[in-house]
């Protein structure tokens, strides 16, 4: 079995920082991608930045600029810092990880989503 758990989410008034993490614990043997989506309430879930690698990463058009992703692969963490924060940037943010690991049957490569962290910025 293998876990994702986010932490750093909370409220923040609009013009603030927060920098959210997760790490992933278990019997993983790589990870080949992580990302942040986030979903607002009403709304679908959607991509907010992803990375491979620091020299590979993809950002929604909407956060271009203002959050980085970054991962510490010893740490098997992902991070997302979030700078100037906007109210429409409040949803639930989700950590997604595409990883190989052991599910205690078998070895198996699949995507494993976090439990999600509630990030509210007020006006």
């Known amino acids: 079995q293998v876990q994702l758990v986010e932490s750093g989410g909370g409220l923040v008034q609009a013009g603030g920082s927060l920098r959210l993490s997760c790490a992933a614990s278990?019997?993983?043997?790589?990870?080949?991608?992580m990302g942040w989506y986030r979903q607002a309430p009403g709304k679908q879930r959607e991509l907010v930045a992803s990375?491979?690698?620091?020299?590979?990463?993809n950002y929604a058009d909407s956060v271009k600029g203002r959050f980085t992703i970054s991962r510490d692969i010893v740490k098997k963490t992902v991070y997302l810092q979030m700078n100037s924060l906007k109210p429409e940037d409040t949803a639930v943010y989700y950590c997604?990880?595409?990883?190989?690991?052991?599910?205690?049957?078998?070895?198996?490569?699949?995507?494993?989503w976090g439990q999600g962290t509630q990030v509210t910025v007020s006006s």
């Open positions: 997604n990880a595409d990883m190989t690991y052991h599910s205690g049957i078998y070895i198996q490569r699949r995507e494993e």
């Open positions: 278990g019997t993983i043997f790589s990870i080949n991608a």
């Open positions: 990375i491979i690698s620091e020299s590979s990463t």
